[in-house]
T-cell receptor
Framework: GENVEQHPSTLSVQEGDSAVIKCTYSDSASNYFPWYKQELGKRPQLIIDIRSNVGEKKDQRIAVTLNKTAKHFSLHITETQPEDSAVYFCAAPNSGNTPLVFGKGTRLSVIA | DAMVIQNPRYQVTQFGKPVTLSCSQTLNHNVMYWYQQKSSQAPKLLFHYYDKDFNNEADTPDNFQSRRPNTSFCFLDIRSPGLGDAAMYLC???????????FGPGTRLTVT
């Protein structure tokens, strides 16, 4: 089955700096890679996703890059703001089109 | 515009006393998922349905069961809750694997 590893587990950045979170996956058949943001006491919400036919996707301050050869994908947040503080989870399908396996999460703190 | 609704939001039960958590959706999604999330951990998949086709994760405890009587509703039954079952239970829906999952607000279960 799929194994998704996420690093780092905690990350502190100064407001305005960039933050990068990385995930690796094991199943080369995986084809969908979402990132979810979970604020304290709230539900996870999708912030960006990427499919295996593209290498990068950007939405305002958030971008995701995918390296299929190396089997890793990364979340990039630029110009961080205090409201970006949350736990971020990457995920990948267990195999092909199957339910997601979540990484263990990264707690991001943006210090004003 | 609630899309995935969970009731109750907070549930307190006694050790060994059965409890049922409910989830409903207005998205008409084919797939529904139940996750267990403990503090500072990733959501852990318990069950999922493709329409009425039920799928149980291999490590889901036997005292957890689920029902999906129709497209809109799904229930999680915990037959004999133990202290270790205290957690946030998240319901999610999707139009299929490989698409965005929409999470409900969760039910926080306390076992006394």
């Amino acid at each position: 089955g799929e194994n998704v590893e996420q690093h780092p587990s905690t990350l502190s950045v100064q407001e305005g700096d960039s933050a990068v979170i990385k995930c690796t996956y094991s199943d080369s058949a995986s084809n969908y890679f979402p990132w979810y943001k979970q604020e304290l006491g709230k539900r996870p919400q999708l912030i960006i996703d990427i499919r295996s036919n593209v290498g990068e996707k950007k939405d305002q301050r958030i971008a995701v890059t995918l390296n299929k050869t190396a089997k890793h994908f990364s979340l990039h947040i630029t110009e961080t703001q205090p409201e970006d503080s949350a736990v971020y989870f990457c995920a990948a399908p267990n195999s092909g089109n199957t339910p997601l396996v979540f990484g263990k999460g990264t707690r991001l703190s943006v210090i004003a | 515009d609630a899309m995935v609704i969970q009731n109750p939001r907070y549930q307190v039960t006694q050790f060994g006393k059965p409890v049922t958590l409910s989830c409903s959706q207005t998205l008409n999604h084919n797939v529904m998922y139940w996750y267990q999330q403990k503090s500072s951990q990733a959501p852990k998949l318990l069950f999922h349905y493709y329409d009425k086709d039920f799928n149980n994760e291999a490590d889901t405890p036997d005292n957890f069961q689920s029902r999906r009587p129709n497209t809109s509703f799904c229930f999680l039954d915990i037959r004999s809750p133990g202290l270790g079952d205290a957690a946030m239970y998240l319901c999610a829906t999707s139009r299929g694997d490989g698409y965005e999952q929409y999470f409900g607000p969760g039910t926080r279960l306390t076992v006394t």
